[in-house]
Structures are given as C-alpha cells and as structure tokens.
C-alpha cells in the first residue's frame, strides 16, 4: 500500500515540528562556535542572510564581529564563513582531509540532477575517480596541447568582433563554446545557435540559480521534497521538473555523438575519443563504470569552460527564447576596458612593445602587464565569489581554538578574500593591474596570486590553468587590435557602464554598451588574414 504525505496534512505537520526538534537538539551545543548573529527560534539566521550578494554580508558580519571567521545557523544547519586567507589556509587547505567534502545539495543534486557533476559530488572514492581525469587531462603540460583551438578560437573571436562588435558577448560564448567542444568531444560548434552550447547554458543557467546552497529552502529541509507541490511554496519543485531534463542532457548529448562517431569511424582526435581508447584497450572489466566517469567529469570540464564565457538571462526562465545577455570572466575584462581607459592604453602600449604591429600575439608572448590584467580580472569581480561551500567530515578546533562541528557546511568567501588590501594592497575596488607588478614592470612573485577565484585546498579548480590561458590569448587578441571605449548617447555623452554584477553561485557583469573597432587598417587587415587561415 502507498502513502503520501498529501493524504494526511497533520501528520506532515507533527513531522515538521519533530524533525525541527531533534535537529534543534542535535546543534544546540555549548561549544565556542565562531562569533555570529543571534538567531530566531528554529530557523536560526535564515533573515540575517539576503537572497542574493551573500558575501557582501558575510563580510559585514565578520567586520562587526570583529573575526575573521563566523557561525550562522541556517535551519539547523551550521555554516562557517572563512572571510580571510588565513582562515581558508589554516582549514581548506592545511586540514584538506577534514574539509573537502560537499554539503548535501538537495535541490541541485537530488531535485535538479547535477549529481553527475564532480563539483557537487561528496568526498570519497566516487570524487576520486573522477577527480583523476581532470588531474590527467588538465595538468598544466596537458593543457599546452589544447593551446592550437585556444588561439584558433582567439583568431576567429577577432574576426566575429569585427564583423558585429555589439555582439562581444554572443562572440565571447562562441569562442568558448569552439575551444571546448572541439578540445574535449571533437566536435565543431556552428557559427550561430549551436544545439550543444544551447543545452549546457539552460544547464548552467540551472546550476547558477541553485548552487548557492540557501537561495533554495529545502536545502536546509530536505523533507520538503516530499511535500505534495499543490501546497503553497512549493513552486521549487516545478523549475526543478523544468531543469532536470536538461541537466541530464548535458554530459550525455555531446558524449554520445564521439561514441556514435567512433563507431562510424569519423571521430576527430579529442580528449574523450583518445580516453575511450584506452578504456577499449585496457580491457578493464568494469568498461561500463569507467565510461560514466569519463562522461561525468568531461560534462563537468565542458561546464567549467563554459562558465566562465557563457551567456545566461537573468530571467532565462521566464524567457528562454532570449537567452542571450552574456556574462563572464572576458566581461568583466571588457568591463574593465571600458571603465578604465588609461588601463586599455597602457596594456595596449605593452602589446606593442612585445608583439610590434606586423603579426598577432601569440602564447609564447611574454607580456608581463597582460598577465596582470588577467590576475587583476579574476581578483576585481570573482566568477564565484562564494567558491562552492565545502563541509566538515569531522569536528575541529583546528583555526583559533573555535568549534566546527562533523558536518557544518564551511564557505570560503572568495569575494572578501580578494578584496582585502592587506593582501592586495589599497583600493582593491579599482581595476588596477600594477598591483600584481614589481617597479621594473615584471610579475611580483611575492604576491599571492588570485587563486581564491578558484576555490581552495583539494577541490580547487581543475580547470584554473586552461581558463587562465584562455582569458589571456582572448585578451591580449582583443588589445594589439581593438580600441574599445564608452558608448556615446544620442546626444553624444558617454553611457557610464552601471557596473552591475548578477548574484548567484555563478556571477556576471551585467551586460554594458561599449564601441569597439579596429585599432588601424593593419590591424584589420590582420584580422582579416588570421580568419581566412582559420577556415
Ligand atoms: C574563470 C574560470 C573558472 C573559474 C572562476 C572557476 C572557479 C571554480 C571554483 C571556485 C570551484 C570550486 C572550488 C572549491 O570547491 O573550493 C571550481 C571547481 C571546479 N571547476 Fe572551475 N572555474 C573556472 C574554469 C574551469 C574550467 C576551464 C574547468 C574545466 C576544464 C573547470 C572545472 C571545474 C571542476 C570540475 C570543478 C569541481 C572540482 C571538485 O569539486 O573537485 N573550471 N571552479
């Protein structure tokens, strides 16, 4: 016999109120936790946190409690704010064995189905696996391999700008959307509309709304999956229905054509090609098992590309068709261009030097004042400026004598790290590269780099250095042969960029006006040249 807690209301309500109790009960510890708001009865801080810029008010929390590290309680659950990098140091990356797992993740894992996804996935052997097909596959000597498609796509990216340069954004998605595919699956992207860019952004647009664990409330109340969705505040369950297809979509389309590929013999040379022949060759007895790690972590790898370039709509939900206001990292950095033009002259002026006005850039540049363009990027506006939250596998007193709990939910607060002037030095609101800069123009290899963009300790990034390489060719493209500057109004005044981020576990700038043509007619010209060897 079935039973559904829709056929009986109260004893939904008693569940309620005991599970509310014995989670009460179970956190209630007289223990120094770190400092933090007082919380209502049962729900804790769930007020003191805003639905959206989060780590703006965890960084206020931690300036008037004086720390650097504070506790909230969301429902029951216990978060720990790390606002520094000697928090993060002290426990996501000296203690990483302690604090590398996930917490659960009931909307975006069990509800919206990104469990495939390595970044979501717990800690354990299940992680491992497909944690090691990143470490293979994007190591930094691996990652030289797929410098050829990052510099086609630079070259191409160019000529799309100047062809339609209002569209940067659109062009921006493209680019990524070439590299990747092409790198990973073998598969060219076509020039407007590709079907496989389409499927991964309504998926990461699905990531983005639900990786902030919090922004959705049965993440703290798991037991509200079960609740019928005719109640009131259930509409979670809907968008999560409306999602799932498509996340399921993401990893398996575009594996599915190398292996149909594969069979007829037409597969191009690309990470998953050359990994299932090894699988084939192995003669492993669980071919199955690995073939699902690989399609798992190489849907994660085209996700993590992606992120950083792809277009999303705020309100992509409302209206799919128009899914096509971009934001990323090379937003920010067109952002950055166009706010800051004396920044543009002087990096432009530096691609001069190095690279003269006959040829276009290339990764064997070595362009110091670029390389900090593209640290200052990553460090100005974070991508993800919470990282993804990790949580405690046991309890610990390992950072200034305070109790985290086995289980609490632990986020590094990128943002607040990366704005801290002691670390960076002063006016860490302003795009200023010199920060990364010796007196004789070279990097300062005493400064710490701007890795919190990219998460901390055994979950850091995996895909940090290709995206860091690819923001550079794109940007150091773009510089020896565009000027960009503010758009003008009708009546010939400069638009102001509004400087507006979106919030969620993904940020983007949100989309602004520039120009941006051509530097000289050489320039043109080699941009001209560069797309018809590129065909
Ligand atoms: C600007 C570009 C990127 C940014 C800002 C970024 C940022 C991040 C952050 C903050 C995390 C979470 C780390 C943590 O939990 O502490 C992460 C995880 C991850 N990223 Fe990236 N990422 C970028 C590009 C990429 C690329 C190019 C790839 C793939 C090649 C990638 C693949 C992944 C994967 C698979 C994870 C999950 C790692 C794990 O949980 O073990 N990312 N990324």
Same mark, same amino acid.
């Given at each position: 016999m079935s039973f559904s807690l829709s056929q009986s209301p109260g004893l939904a309500l008693a569940s309620c109120v005991l599970y509310f109790t014995i989670r009460l009960f179970c956190t209630w510890r007289r223990k120094p936790l770190p400092p933090g708001p007082r919380g209502l009865p049962l729900i804790g801080n769930v007020f003191d946190?805003?639905?959206?810029?989060?780590w703006l008010a965890f960084a206020e929390m931690g300036r008037k409690y004086g720390s650097d590290i504070i506790s909230l309680n969301l429902a029951g659950d216990t978060v720990i704010v790390l606002n520094s990098l000697a928090a993060t140091d002290a426990l996501?990356?000296?203690?990483s064995a302690t604090f590398s797992d996930r917490p659960v993740f009931t909307m975006l894992n069990?509800?919206? =189905?990104?469990?495939?996804h390595t970044g979501f996935m717990r800690y354990g052997p299940r992680w491992k696996a497909h944690r090691k097909v990143f470490i293979q596959q994007f190591q930094p000597s691996e990652v030289l391999l797929h410098r050829p498609a990052e510099l086609q796509a630079a070259r191409v990216l160019l000529g799309r700008l100047l062809d339609s340069p209002s569209k940067f954004e659109r062009h921006f998605r493209h680019m990524a959307g070439m590299v990747i595919l092409s790198t990973v699956y073998g598969i060219d992207i076509q020039p407007e509309d590709d079907p496989h860019v389409k499927i991964a952004e309504k998926a990461l647009h699905a990531m983005a709304s639900t990786? !902030? &664990?919090?922004?959705?409330?049965v993440d703290s109340? #798991?037991?509200?999956?079960?609740?019928?969705?005719?109640? #009131?505040? @259930?509409?979670f369950q809907k968008l999560a229905r409306e999602w799932r297809k498509i996340v399921a979509a993401m990893p398996q389309v575009p594996f599915d054509y190398v292996k149909r590929s594969r069979a007829a013999g037409t597969a191009r040379s690309s990470i998953a090609s050359r990994v299932l022949d090894d699988i084939e060759e192995s003669r492993d007895s669980d071919q199955e098992g690995q073939e699902e790690v690989l399609r798992n972590a190489l849907g994660a790898a085209y996700g993590g590309y992606l992120q950083f370039c792809v277009t999303l709509l705020h309100d992509v939900v409302a209206?799919? +068709? =128009? +899914?096509?206001?971009t934001v990323s990292a090379l937003g920010t950095f067109m952002l950055a261009m166009t706010i800051y033009p004396e920044v543009m002259r002087k990096a432009q002026a530096a691609v001069d030097a190095v690279v003269g006005s006959g040829r276009l850039p290339d990764f064997q540049d070595n362009i110091p004042y670029i390389d900090a363009v593209v640290r200052e990027v990553l460090r100005w506006h974070?991508?993800?400026?919470?990282a993804i939250p990790h949580a405690a596998t046991e309890d610990s007193y390992?950072?200034?004598g305070y109790y985290i709990p086995a289980g609490a939910v632990v986020v590094g607060n990128s943002w607040a790290i990366l704005q801290d002037e002691e670390t960076? =030095? #002063? !006016? @860490?609101d302003q795009f200023i590269p010199? &920060?990364?800069? @010796?007196?004789? =123009?070279?990097? !300062?290899?005493a400064m710490r780099e701007p890795s919190a963009a990219f998460g901390?300790?055994?979950?850091?990034?995996?895909?940090r250095d290709m995206a860091q390489w690819s923001i550079w060719i794109c940007a150091v493209s773009i510089l020896a042969t565009f000027d960009i500057t503010k758009a003008l109004d009708e009546n010939g005044v400069p638009i102001e960029p509004s400087g507006h981020y979106s919030s969620g576990l993904l940020c983007y700038p949100v989309p602004h006006e520039c120009d941006i043509f051509p530097r000289s007619e050489a320039a043109r010209a080699l941009i001209r040249d560069a797309q018809v060897n590129a065909c």
């Amino acid at each position: 016999m079935s039973f559904s807690l829709s056929q009986s209301p109260g004893l939904a309500l008693a569940s309620c109120v005991l599970y509310f109790t014995i989670r009460l009960f179970c956190t209630w510890r007289r223990k120094p936790l770190p400092p933090g708001p007082r919380g209502l009865p049962l729900i804790g801080n769930v007020f003191d946190v805003p639905k959206a810029r989060e780590w703006l008010a965890f960084a206020e929390m931690g300036r008037k409690y004086g720390s650097d590290i504070i506790s909230l309680n969301l429902a029951g659950d216990t978060v720990i704010v790390l606002n520094s990098l000697a928090a993060t140091d002290a426990l996501l990356d000296e203690r990483s064995a302690t604090f590398s797992d996930r917490p659960v993740f009931t909307m975006l894992n069990d509800l919206v =189905g990104f469990h495939w996804h390595t970044g979501f996935m717990r800690y354990g052997p299940r992680w491992k696996a497909h944690r090691k097909v990143f470490i293979q596959q994007f190591q930094p000597s691996e990652v030289l391999l797929h410098r050829p498609a990052e510099l086609q796509a630079a070259r191409v990216l160019l000529g799309r700008l100047l062809d339609s340069p209002s569209k940067f954004e659109r062009h921006f998605r493209h680019m990524a959307g070439m590299v990747i595919l092409s790198t990973v699956y073998g598969i060219d992207i076509q020039p407007e509309d590709d079907p496989h860019v389409k499927i991964a952004e309504k998926a990461l647009h699905a990531m983005a709304s639900t990786g !902030n &664990r919090g922004s959705f409330l049965v993440d703290s109340l #798991p037991f509200l999956q079960y609740v019928p969705d005719f109640f #009131p505040g @259930t509409g979670f369950q809907k968008l999560a229905r409306e999602w799932r297809k498509i996340v399921a979509a993401m990893p398996q389309v575009p594996f599915d054509y190398v292996k149909r590929s594969r069979a007829a013999g037409t597969a191009r040379s690309s990470i998953a090609s050359r990994v299932l022949d090894d699988i084939e060759e192995s003669r492993d007895s669980d071919q199955e098992g690995q073939e699902e790690v690989l399609r798992n972590a190489l849907g994660a790898a085209y996700g993590g590309y992606l992120q950083f370039c792809v277009t999303l709509l705020h309100d992509v939900v409302a209206d799919p +068709a =128009g +899914a096509d206001t971009t934001v990323s990292a090379l937003g920010t950095f067109m952002l950055a261009m166009t706010i800051y033009p004396e920044v543009m002259r002087k990096a432009q002026a530096a691609v001069d030097a190095v690279v003269g006005s006959g040829r276009l850039p290339d990764f064997q540049d070595n362009i110091p004042y670029i390389d900090a363009v593209v640290r200052e990027v990553l460090r100005w506006h974070p991508v993800t400026p919470l990282a993804i939250p990790h949580a405690a596998t046991e309890d610990s007193y390992a950072y200034k004598g305070y109790y985290i709990p086995a289980g609490a939910v632990v986020v590094g607060n990128s943002w607040a790290i990366l704005q801290d002037e002691e670390t960076f =030095g #002063p !006016n @860490t609101d302003q795009f200023i590269p010199e &920060r990364w800069l @010796t007196e004789d =123009g070279k990097i !300062n290899s005493a400064m710490r780099e701007p890795s919190a963009a990219f998460g901390f300790g055994r979950r850091i990034c995996p895909g940090r250095d290709m995206a860091q390489w690819s923001i550079w060719i794109c940007a150091v493209s773009i510089l020896a042969t565009f000027d960009i500057t503010k758009a003008l109004d009708e009546n010939g005044v400069p638009i102001e960029p509004s400087g507006h981020y979106s919030s969620g576990l993904l940020c983007y700038p949100v989309p602004h006006e520039c120009d941006i043509f051509p530097r000289s007619e050489a320039a043109r010209a080699l941009i001209r040249d560069a797309q018809v060897n590129a065909c």
